[in-house]
């Protein structure tokens, strides 16, 4: 192992400058530090290894400064990794997400924390559309102008605290899953209720190797009394273990296999395009949790009478979901030829452990 | 209301703790190891020792064997104090230093010695020279930065240094008018405090200037995910620090810290201080820059997309990288009368960031570019000459901005 030296505190800094770095870019990033420090190119061929121990190095040095680096998948099924650069350091309640968001002014935070509200609250879909996160903007206690927040919008994705997507809907961004998660499980997190934004994972390769990350998008198991979520890749990596059933209740993924499981998508996919341009949660105003955000993403719950908007679609809404369903499994079953060709990411620890 | 937050804190943290891996746990115990280790090996250097002062023991069993750091009363009753505390409780104090000072560094905010007694230290005040200390050591060791004190209003603005430089060679009046603005502009709780530095600090980089250089060096990388379709390309500027994104605050956008290098350069070769109605006029003349002049905000990271002139302006004395100082209305100066008069100046962060002798360099590769295109054209022998002109232009140059600023060009404030 290499001394701790300047190579080390650049690749600290420029993980500081950015916070979230993707893989790949880390790669190259690491190939220019090596160059800026040792006056020479980097030779070996293994950079990802050597950039893995040296975060292994600045993890150890820099943990019990309330800092950690986590490196984690990209929920889509892009096979991108992020590397992060987080504070441990737990948020006790809304007020402190300040702290996490640092750079934002209070009016800019407070339409953040509604935002992620309404994302929380959109489950399944885990996303709200463009149209809902403007309307959000105007519905402060202090309202942001449009252009306002939508300039607001842009940094937040850049800066990683959101995610936009193709469809043009919101979700949590990279940062807001490796810094928020467990803010958003103390103060969003409710036992009671099964359907929410915040269930872990239920990735279990042995006693050791779990993921309880919260899945936003991937899957749900929809065999009755399991309801397990599921990453896609998480999944990925059960099937390629030739484990292809489900780590809660067993049952194989394949809906054709005996017993076999229907899921149905977490994430955008549980919600149709049409439904982008749909503002669902605007009589929300301060009120913490609504069981009726997004209607009836579990088939099984009552719509809340108190949204009225969602009462004439309750129909709609039904069809849809079988619509919805159906696709589903198709994507499962497109899915897994995919998942199991991947062969390169052998070592997908969700976090570094020091050995 | 500070005492309780902290108690509540702290609990929160030791559930936190209970809740850590078991690798996490290593790690930390693997380095509090690794650290002893360094610190027996370090506490010999007597070098170490000259350096830091008030430097206190690394483990508390060594408090005895550090006669030197003991030598003031204030380092002593640090060290006593660590002693008496355990050394989980003391390794906090630094760790929420250290990540107040990079917090602060977010917001290009300076951390200052109110807030941290308020927020970290609470009633162990006395401490603070062992934890700053300590701080300081780690923040070169692991990041490659250091905390460094901002000069008071008053202390060490080279203005002050060049009244007594510069007497003669300078305008009598100017030199003596001088003298006195800078009694009346250091207010009276900075003239108090003018001996001990203003008690607030910034970070900045430890790293040798020519690796920052190189770290600043843009060229991007464009990682493409497998489905380019609904995953598009991630760009990313290719700079190992991030300035094009990473300063998400007001003020970040690189063409707004060409303006700031601008106006530092206009002040320095002012005799370091120029009076407003000046500087607004050449400002307007020279430069186009109106007070109402939109500034193009590049940073992709900040949700704000343009900043006028005089809000720039503010932003910059809010964080320190100019002052504008009252002065009396004096005799000879433009648009002098009975109203305030003000005098621009360098602030205690461009001497503790920037440095004059950077800000040079700065002008004179500004000079210098003109000639660019031109080299290609040029024989070997030619190109020789070239160079040599250059050089000997570049230090005309200097001298010539030397003597515009009075005395010789500082460098950054030292720790």
Known sequence: ?355 | MARSNAITYASRRSNHAESSTAGARRAVQAESDRDRTDSEGGSASEDDQAEFQSRPTQGTAQTGTQAGAAESHQSRAAANMKAGMGSTAYERLVSETINMALYATQRRQAIKKDDINKKILSKKTAIWPAVLADAQLRLREVFGMELVELRSAGQGDPTLRETVDTNETQVQGKGKKRANDADDAAEAPAKKKAASGSKSWILRSTLPPELIAAMNMPNEIVSRGEDEENHPAIRDCGALLHWDKGDGIAGGGVALKGILFTLLALILVRDRSISDSRFMKELEEKLNLHSETILPFAAKDSPIRSIKFSEFLALLVRQNYLQKVKIQGVVGDVGAGHETQYEWRWGSRADAEIGEKAVSEFMLDIAEDDDAATNEQLDAAQRKKEKQEKALERKRLKSAIESAAGSALQDVTPT
Not at chain 1, 52 to 59: E, N, V
Not at chain 1, 136 to 149: H, Q, V, W, Y
Not at chain 1, 229 to 245: E, G, L, P, Q, V
Not at chain 1, 258 to 266: F, L, Q, V
């Open chain 1, 1 to 355: 192992m290499a001394p701790y030296g300047d190579l080390h505190r650049v690749m600290l800094q420029t993980l500081m400058s950015r916070r979230a770095v993707e893989q790949e870019t880390a790669n190259e990033l690491y190939r220019r530090a090596y160059l800026a420090v040792k006056g020479r190119e980097f030779g070996s061929a293994s950079v990802s290894k050597e950039l893995q121990q040296l975060l292994q190095d600045l993890q150890n040095k820099i943990i019990r400064l309330d800092l950690d680096i986590r490196r984690f998948p990209e929920q889509n099924d892009t096979k991108r990794h992020w590397i992060c650069l987080v504070n441990k350091r737990p948020l006790a309640d809304a007020n402190e997400l300040s702290k996490a968001v640092s750079d934002l002014s209070p009016l800019e935070i407070s339409y953040y924390r509604e935002i992620v509200l309404q994302v929380v609250d959109s489950y399944p879909a885990n996303s709200i559309g463009s149209k809902q996160a403007l309307q959000t903007a105007s519905g402060l206690d202090t309202p942001i102008p449009k252009t306002n927040a939508e300039a607001l919008l842009r940094a937040l994705v850049s800066r990683g605290w959101l995610a936009k997507s193709s469809r043009g809907r919101y979700s949590l961004g990279i940062r807001a899953i490796a810094e928020l998660s467990d803010w958003l499980r103390e103060t969003y997190g409710d036992p009671a209720e099964g359907d929410s934004i915040l269930n872990s994972c239920s990735f279990k390769a042995s006693k050791s190797i779990e993921c309880k990350d919260l899945v936003l998008t991937g899957w749900k198991c929809e065999q009755p009394d399991c309801g397990a979520h599921i990453h896609h890749f998480c999944k990925s990596r059960m099937i390629k273990a030739k484990k292809s059933t489900c780590g809660a209740c067993g049952q194989p993924f394949d809906p054709q296999a005996e017993g076999g499981i229907e899921m149905s998508p977490i994430g955008e996919d549980a919600v149709s395009e049409a439904d982008d341009n749909r503002v669902v949660a605007s009589k929300r105003g301060k009120k913490r949790r609504s069981e009726a955000a997004n209607g009836n993403g579990h088939g099984s719950e009552e719509p809340e009478a108190s949204v009225g908007e969602e009462d004439s679609e309750d129909g709609d809404e039904v069809a849809r979901q079988g619509e919805e369903r159906g696709r589903a499994s198709r994507r499962l079953a497109s899915q897994v030829p995919v998942s199991q060709v991947e062969g390169s990411e052998a070592d997908d620890s969700q976090e570094y452990e020091s050995e």
